[in-house]
């Protein structure tokens, strides 16, 4: 079963190149234009594995209001970060706030793909372990 990656990215062109590449990996990719749609989304339905979310600078309010409803949510899905702001403050902050990883833009696709299949297998390996497999 493919799974499904939501993408909050205000960026069409970049929607464009990230759906291809995600496409062509084999994901099934939702995107939504701001964080408060992609919210909104989280709320009604449960059937995602992974959020990417874009945070355009050091205002982490969004990620916040989002890791609220993945954690209301029946199952742990990891969130992937990426942004131009790539100081040590705000990436703790982000991870503290329930990041799982974080790339900084601009970045390649590849890396992308890199760190997407990471958090999928730390998340397999966290469950592993939490339901003590």
Do not use: W
Not at 38 to 53: P, Q
């Amino acid at each position: 079963m493919k799974k499904t990656i939501i993408v909050t990215e205000g960026n069409r062109s970049m929607n464009s190149i990230l759906g291809f590449r995600l496409k062509k990996e084999g994901y099934n990719v939702l995107f939504f234009e701001d964080d408060k749609k992609a919210t909104e989304y989280i709320n009604k339905n449960n059937s995602f594995d992974l959020l990417i979310i874009n945070i355009y600078s050091s205002q982490t309010s969004n990620i916040k209001a989002i890791r609220h409803a993945i954690n209301h949510s029946t199952k742990k899905v990891p969130i992937l970060v990426v942004s131009p702001v790539c100081d040590e403050d705000f990436i703790t902050n982000i991870r503290k706030m329930g990041a799982d990883d974080f790339i900084e833009k601009p970045f390649s696709t590849g890396e992308l793909i890199v760190r997407i299949n990471r958090c999928f297998s730390q998340n397999i390996v966290s469950l592993s372990t939490t339901l003590n497999f």
